[in-house]
């Protein structure tokens, strides 16, 4: 793995920031559409979800394979620029079919873009401080997932449909700058003569290392039983606790203020490897257990202290589990590992997602909400000693 003799806080700092106001435009987007298109009934909305998540299932190989084998400084202004103007066409009152090509392309843009930034980090931070700087990034993220509702929310009402997507359009189009901005840049190196590239590397690489398969069996499984939770809490909270839009929205932002607070602490506070790694393993627990909470609670402002904890539970994943990551991939397929290992989370949450309000008006919401906390509980007893297992030799071994 590439990394620096001193971690570029100043880089770093700045490329968060930045995508941070990305993500919030595209947080601007969802909410937007989601209102937008509300109208047309929940299968709407749904294929919504399905659409914007598609490309990164499709398209990983692939994107992958570009964030590795080509220049950060030609991908991410040619695709921020293609993917800006798919979002300022969305601005416009289209038909269904062409906000879902319009989010298709976007999207698409997208899953290549995150994987090419993926590598940055590493090529900025020392191998002691990937999950600091994991944390930082994070702390942005969760900021833009924290305002994106509120802002979108305020600006629908005030000025009507038009203003989130050309607020996105910017923010996305700006993005093409920025590697020059912050002057990095992924030279990609030449092939030998007869090499070929693997589109499928990351998949194998994920597979034939041990603490990744272990890794991402154990997440696969808790997307799995926990993307029902995210799909059903809306019932649970309106229908059977006469929660309002208002509280509805709150509910959500607990689980947003969690992951920011624990976010900041991972970026300010550095940890030993073995500690990082007792660290996921309590938030994993904990994450696991939350739709169980959930299902329990009896009433919203239980649930709020709930989606609060778990959002920082949740936090220790992206910063200590993707950190972890990072460390034991070489630099040369990173790109392609990122896209594999967002890939499968996505199957998982589209899997999830599909079936989840067939179960809920089958069996009712709290019960399916207990039983998929039960089974994500039992994945996390099963997998996570493995991962423990796997990481302590590799803390061990230096």
Known sequence: MISPEKTMWSKIQLMAIARGFSL????????????????????AVAALFIVGTLPAIIFAPLAGTIADRFSTKQVIPILS?????????????????????????????????GPT?????????????????????????????????????????????????IIDGIFTTLIAVLPFVIGVNHEPEALKPGEKTELTKGFSFLMKTPLLRSLIILVFAMVLCMSVVNVGDIFLLTDILGADSFIYGVVGSCFAVGTLLFS???????LSPKMELTVLGFGMAILSLSGLAVGLSPNYWIIMVVWFIAGMANSTINSYGVGMMIKVTPHAVQGRVFAAFGSIISVASIGSMSVAGGLIGLFGVREVFITAGILAFVGFLIFFPTVYKEQSKIIKNG
Not at 104 to 113: H, Y
Not at 133 to 156: E, H, R
Not at 264 to 270: C, I, N, R, S, V
């Open 81 to 113: 620029i293609i993917g800006g103007a798919a979002v300022f066409a969305q601005s416009q009152r289209l038909d269904t079919w062409a906000i879902f090509t319009l989010l298709f392309i976007a999207n698409t843009c997208a899953s290549v873009i």
């Open 24 to 43: 919030l435009g595209t947080e601007l987007t969802i909410f937007t559409l989601v209102f937008r298109e509300k109208e047309m009934g929940p299968g």
């Open 264 to 270: 900041f602490y991972a970026g300010t506070k550095k």
């Open 117 to 165: 930034w993926g590598k940055l980090t590493p090529m900025l931070a020392t191998k002691e401080d990937i999950s600091r700087a994991m944390g930082t990034i994070q702390t942005y993220f969760s900021m833009a997932g924290l305002l994106g509702p509120v802002v979108a929310g305020f600006l629908i009402k005030q000025t009507g449909f038009q203003v989130t997507f």
